[in-house]
T-cell receptor
Framework: AQSVTQLDSHVSVSEGTPVLLRCNYSSSYSPSLFWYVQHPNKGLQLLLKYTSAATLVKGINGFEAEFKKSETSFHLTKPSAHMSDAAEYFCVVSDVGNTPLVFGKGTRLSVIA | NAGVTQTPKFQVLKTGQSMTLQCAQDMNHEYMSWYRQDPGMGLRLIHYSVGAGITDQGEVPNGYNVSRSTTEDFPLRLLSAAPSQTSVYFC????????????FGDGTRLSIL
């Protein structure tokens, strides 16, 4: 069965500095991996997805993630944080295309002016 | 284009009361699902449906019922509310089970006293 571990429950960065949100996964097959973002009192929005194509995946709002099979990781990065990036971020795995999504417990990103 | 609409946005119930959380989508999506979000737990799948007339249980189905009489609507029923069901509930839809992204509603915040 698949699982996902987000290594930090809370990350705080200064505006204009890099963002790193860490995610490790466990999967019996070739996984599909996703990052979703949730702004306060809102639903979730897909940031980016990996589905066995390029290992470096670019998403919306300047975010990107790199799939590293040897490390079973799918960390989310952004070169320069903006105040509007403050939100909850979820790493999500699916073993094959038609199995339910499994969500990590989330990482809350705070951006300090 | 409304996307996924959840009603109500907020609800307070007493233990033992019943209620239905409504979810409607206007994208002609076959796959719909219900999640609950609890602090530090991420999102957990309650029930899902791969099309009208077809539903199945997710990770945490106890205490909840669903039905799917139309493509557009996927209501979630609490038959006898318990304090453990205090949570934020999200409905999501996608073209099919494998499709991403899933489109999320803005959530229903439910408190049970």
């Amino acid at each position: 069965a698949q699982s996902v571990t987000q290594l930090d429950s809370h990350v705080s960065v200064s505006e204009g500095t890099p963002v790193l949100l860490r995610c490790n996964y466990s999967s019996s097959y070739s996984p599909s991996l996703f990052w979703y973002v949730q702004h306060p009192n809102k639903g979730l929005q897909l940031l980016l997805k990996y589905t066995s194509a390029a290992t470096l995946v670019k998403g919306i709002n300047g975010f990107e993630a790199e799939f590293k099979k040897s490390e079973t990781s799918f960390h989310l990065t952004k070169p320069s944080a903006h105040m509007s990036d403050a939100a909850e971020y979820f790493c999500v795995v699916s073993d094959v295309g038609n199995t339910p999504l499994v969500f990590g417990k989330g990482t809350r990103l705070s951006v300090i002016a | 284009n409304a996307g996924v609409t959840q009603t109500p946005k907020f609800q307070v119930l007493k233990t033992g009361q019943s209620m239905t959380l409504q979810c409607a989508q206007d994208m002609n999506h076959e796959y719909m699902s219900w999640y609950r979000q609890d602090p530090g737990m991420g999102l957990r799948l309650i029930h899902y449906s791969v099309g009208a007339g077809i539903t199945d249980q997710g990770e945490v189905p106890n205490g909840y019922n669903v039905s799917r009489s139309t493509t557009e609507d996927f209501p979630l029923r609490l038959l006898s509310a318990a304090p453990s069901q205090t949570s934020v509930y999200f409905c999501a839809s996608s073209r099919d089970r494998a499709a991403q992204p899933q489109h999320f509603g803005d959530g229903t915040r439910l408190s049970i006293l």
